[in-house]
């Protein structure tokens, strides 16, 4: 299986500023076939199902606001809140679907500083 | 809008039987682009994908190794929804359950983009 860790757990940001969370897959996600990376992020606000944020590592799934942007290639991602917004409190997991079983990070919890 | 509907009993029994139904609106469990997904998720095990059924000229499943002697996923064409059956439960099985949707192409496959409500089930005597 494929091994997904993301940091830091927890991360603490004021308003408007930058948030960065980190995800590392065991093996590379990347299939070469059609050069698409199967790495996504979800946002899982408290009693909800999770919300896909952004698929093939860095494509805004629609109606997902700008400020959120994911970057990374092979096996190191990143996902960037460019300015935190009051309602950005969340677990945000990043999952690989390059293989079954589907596998996702532990989550990191960000808060408002 | 594609969305997908839960159901099923919050409580169950230990060695007994977990029966939960999603239900598809806007969409085909028989659709040659969309496979159907059961994912669970509890505090010691996280989020984790359980199993899937897709339509392509037949049907097909794929398990998770840590279910794969205990579960069923059935698609229900004449409903439009899809089932997930977990035999002799234990209380490491209570956890919130999930379904899902996710895409694919002949060129690519998309992320699981429309979930289920979720259903909170406890294994409890």
């Known amino acids: 299986d494929i091994v997904m860790t993301q940091s830091p757990d927890s991360l603490a940001v004021s308003l408007g500023e930058r948030a960065t969370i980190d995800c590392k897959s065991s093996?590379?996600?990347?299939?070469?076939?059609?050069?698409?990376?199967?790495l996504a992020w979800f946002q899982q606000k408290s009693g909800q199902p999770p919300r896909l944020l952004v698929y093939w590592a860095s494509t805004r799934e629609s109606g997902v606001p700008d400020r959120f942007s994911g970057s990374g290639s092979g096996t190191d991602f990143t996902l960037t809140i460019s300015s935190l917004q009051a309602e950005d409190v969340a677990v945000y997991y990043c999952q690989q679907y390059y293989s079954i079983p589907y596998t996702f990070g532990q989550g990191t919890k960000l808060e408002i500083k | 809008q594609v969305q997908l509907q839960q159901s099923g009993p919050g409580l169950v029994r230990p060695s007994q039987t977990l029966s939960l139904t999603c239900a598809i609106s806007?969409?085909?469990?028989?659709?040659?682009?969309?496979?159907w997904n059961w994912v669970r998720q509890s505090p010691s095990r996280g989020l984790e994908w359980l199993g899937r059924?897709?339509?392509?000229?037949?049907?097909?499943?794929d398990y998770a190794v840590s279910v794969k002697s205990r579960i069923i996923i059935n698609p229900d064409t004449s409903k439009n929804q899809f089932s997930l059956q977990l035999n002799s439960v234990t209380p490491e099985d209570t956890a919130v359950y999930y379904c899902?949707?996710?895409?694919?192409?002949?060129?690519?496959?998309?992320?699981?983009?429309?979930w289920g409500q979720g259903t909170t089930v406890t294994v409890s005597s």
């Open positions: 093996q590379s996600v990347l299939y070469t076939s059609n050069n698409k990376t199967y």
């Open positions: 899902a949707r996710r895409l694919s192409t002949a060129r690519a496959y998309y992320a699981m983009d429309v």
């Open positions: 059924t897709y339509y392509r000229s037949k049907w097909y499943n």
């Open positions: 806007g969409d085909s469990v028989s659709s040659n682009s969309a496979a």
